[in-house]
């Protein structure tokens, strides 16, 4: 509720306007911060992929740091380990950063994921159950 406030040259009251911070804007799909190891194969090249680990994790992507840049737009396969099970997906790079260590902050998009892999990466963004 607005309070009244007296102004000073006419003595009437006027109501204080409440200045509300705009709020941030919300995800689509929530992140967190998580270090999950990940294999990383672009198609058609190395077989055998590439390890690193996620820095965020959500339902719709995650972040990891590279040693090259992976391309913008590029699709990937991506394998995460989760607990003791590995989930897969199609990925797309929705951005690339360089970073002050000559690494890069690579974020990616799901694009293809089943069911199965899906419902373990929602158990990883949940976390722990509580009794």
């Known amino acids: 509720m607005a309070k009244k406030k007296a102004?000073?040259?006419?003595g009437k009251t006027r109501r204080a306007e409440k200045v509300e911070s705009p709020e941030p804007p919300k995800r689509r799909f929530p992140r967190i911060p998580s270090r999950n190891s990940v294999v990383l194969r672009k198609i058609g090249?190395?077989?055998?992929?590439?390890?690193?680990?996620?820095?965020v994790v959500g339902l719709g992507g995650?972040?990891?740091?590279?040693p090259t840049p992976q391309?913008?737009?590029?699709?990937?396969?991506?394998?995460i380990l989760v607990g003791e099970e590995?989930?897969?997906?199609?990925?797309?790079?929705?951005y690339e950063r360089p970073r002050p260590d000559g690494r890069y902050?690579?974020?990616?998009?799901?694009?293809?994921?089943?069911?199965?892999?899906?419902?373990l990466l929602e158990s990883l963004v949940a976390g722990p159950r509580r009794p």
């Open 7 to 10: 102004t000073e040259k006419t």
């Open 45 to 55: 090249a190395n077989p055998r992929g590439e390890l690193t680990l996620t820095r």
């Open 62 to 66: 995650c972040s990891f740091v590279h």
């Open 71 to 79: 391309g913008v737009g590029s699709t990937l396969y991506l394998s």
């Open 86 to 94: 590995i989930g897969q997906a199609r990925v797309r790079v929705a």
């Open 105 to 119: 902050e690579i974020g990616v998009e799901f694009q293809e994921i089943s069911e199965k892999d899906r419902a």
